[in-house]
């Protein structure tokens, strides 16, 4: 959790302390995609896992 705050006091240092409406956007699509490329990944190591104990 420090590195996202991190992160957010480094974006909102560059803008001079404003968050622009472009800014949350993207960092809300970029969390997204990073949640479910997570959730993808999770979901393949399972069916792995169940299929190398099928067989």
């Known amino acids: 959790m420090d590195k996202v ?3 957010l006091q480094k974006v909102l240092d560059r803008n001079g302390g404003k968050m622009n ?8 699509v970029v969390a997204g995609v990073v949640v479910i490329g997570f959730v993808v990944f999770r979901l393949l190591m399972v069916e792995t896992i169940v299929s190398l104990t099928k067989g």
């Not at 409406?21 to 809300?28: D, E, F, S, Y």
């Open 5 to 7: 705050l991190w992160v």
């Open 21 to 28: 409406g472009k800014t949350i956007v993207t960092l809300a």
